[in-house]
Nanobody, 115 residues
Framework: QVQLVESGGGLVQAGGSLRLACAAS????????MGWYRQAPGKQRDLVAG???????SYADSVKGRFTISRDNAKNTVYLQMSSLKPEDTAVYYC?????????WGKGTLVTVSS
């Protein structure tokens, strides 16, 4: 069974930085696109950043220039480096991975940015 486990969330002041990590585990992993989504209270889950298996990245306009997504294929891990954090970045952040035609989600990690 495939599992995605996020880590790195927490409380940070506005202007600060956090690094999220998401490790995939399971047998015969062939991981395609990976991404980070976030969901604030009362709002829908939105894509924050995505990265293909070859390393091509994409970002939501709201985080461009502040967030960087990367992946380590040898470790089956995707990262999200978040800088210049704003209170509006407060949300539960979810990892997503497409593996052999299926889509998997982590349970989420809470990021809280105080003003």
């Amino acid at each position: 069974q495939v599992q995605l486990v996020e880590s790195g969330g927490g409380l940070v002041q506005a202007g600060g930085s956090l690094r999220l990590a998401c490790a995939a585990s399971g047998s015969r992993l062939v991981i395609g696109d990976m991404g980070w989504y976030r969901q604030a209270p009362g709002k829908q889950r939105d894509l924050v950043a995505g990265i293909t298996s070859s390393g091509r990245t994409s970002y939501a306009d709201s985080v461009k220039g502040r967030f960087t997504i990367s992946r380590d294929n040898a470790k089956n891990t995707v990262y999200l480096q978040m800088s210049s954090l704003k209170p509006e970045d407060t949300a539960v952040y979810y990892c997503n991975a497409k593996i052999i035609g299926f889509e998997y989600w982590g349970k989420g990690t809470l990021v809280t940015v105080s003003s």
